[in-house]
């Protein structure tokens, strides 16, 4: 295609030049916007959870009768699946279910406001399954795993935060050994871990991704959710004996299927709508694209089509 025609065409024609113009501004205002909102989605599903997501999964049993053994049964059957590293009891994980989000204060009065993390809780070795990196602190001691007060955490606890949190609610600050409290239940900084995003990261607001408080608790204090650490090349198969084993050990139990997962594919489904807008977003990039590029193109042509008839007359 010959471009010096096209350029005297669209000079001849300067109504219908300011009309592409406009429609080129349009179009690029919202190729600009949508491809904006396919970072920010990208950005999203990036994130790193903190934990080595390769190697673990959960299995979920729902009960609502059953008793202070439902644990201690499960974990035996576990425990007894042929390669299982580690099993425990916790709460939730990343991209899991949320379970106890709680707002914190530091103060005992409750009038220093400190936000709403999560609170994650684990028995024994749950901290090492997960892989949790401690930057700074000390490890969790066998004293540290108290039972619960009959609700959902014990009354006085030793912690672990995440640096992101530790920095919003003492920033500056070194946050070991520093207190807060959520309701009548009182906490002590005995460690701060790397990353660790609460079970809904993205839903919370901006910023509050890795607002996450991770708390001992005493392994016969289960809410059915166990984690399970396996080789990653077995995982897969770990997986679908320990939900048998586990069906097995508590039949009164009902195994959650939908929470019964990897990590890797709990995360896959948490950012499932994200990925269908990346994927949208980017169909709608490509059609404008497309279409502004032919409508440009073909009236153009046309416009030199009809110079070149009327140099011809």
């Known amino acids: 295609m010959q471009i010096r025609p096209i350029i005297a065409a669209l000079r001849r024609h300067r109504l219908a030049t300011l009309l592409i113009a406009l429609e080129i501004a349009l179009a690029c205002a919202v190729l600009c916007n949508a491809c904006f909102l396919i970072a920010s989605r990208v950005k999203a599903m990036d994130i790193a959870s903190?934990?080595?997501?390769?190697?673990?999964?959960?299995?979920?049993?729902?009960?609502?009768?059953c008793g202070k053994d439902l644990a201690g049964r499960v974990l035996a059957a576990l425990r007894g699946?042929?390669?299982?590293?580690?099993?425990?009891v916790?709460?939730?994980?990343?991209?899991?279910?949320?379970?106890a989000d709680n707002g914190v204060t530091l103060d005992a009065a409750g009038k220093q406001r400190g936000g709403t993390p999560h609170f994650y809780t684990g028995g024994p070795g749950s901290?090492?399954?997960l892989e949790l990196h401690l930057v700074e602190g000390r490890r969790f001691q066998s004293q540290d795993f108290q039972p619960s007060d009959g609700t959902w955490l014990a009354?006085?606890?030793?912690?672990?935060?995440?640096?992101?949190?530790a920095a919003h609610l003492w920033p500056g600050q070194d946050a070991l050994g520093k207190e807060f409290w959520g309701g009548s239940y009182h906490f002590r900084v005995a460690g701060v871990i790397d990353h660790l995003v609460r079970p809904n990261p993205g839903d919370?607001?901006?910023g509050t991704e890795e607002w996450s408080v991770f708390v001992p608790l005493a392994q016969g204090d289960s809410n059915g959710v166990?984690?399970?650490?396996?080789?990653p090349a077995q995982l897969g198969r770990v997986l679908r004996e320990a939900r048998a084993a586990a069906i097995k050990a508590a039949p009164e139990a009902v195994l959650n299927t939908d929470q019964s997962q990897t990590i890797r594919d709990l995360r896959s489904r948490f950012f499932r709508n994200d990925r269908a807008m990346a994927g949208l977003l980017v169909g709608v990039i490509l059609a404008l694209m497309l279409v502004t590029a032919l409508g440009i193109t073909g009236l153009a042509s046309f416009w030199v089509g009809q110079r070149r008839k009327q140099i011809g007359i």
């Open 50 to 65: 903190g934990v080595d997501e390769a190697s673990l999964a959960l299995v979920r049993m729902d009960c609502v009768s």
């Open 81 to 88: 699946v042929a390669g299982v590293q580690s099993a425990t």
């Open 90 to 99: 916790v709460n939730a994980t990343p991209f899991s279910d949320r379970v």
């Open 127 to 129: 901290a090492e399954a």
């Open 155 to 165: 009354p006085d606890s030793p912690v672990w935060v995440t640096r992101a949190f």
């Open 204 to 206: 919370s607001g901006p």
């Open 226 to 231: 166990f984690l399970l650490r396996a080789p």
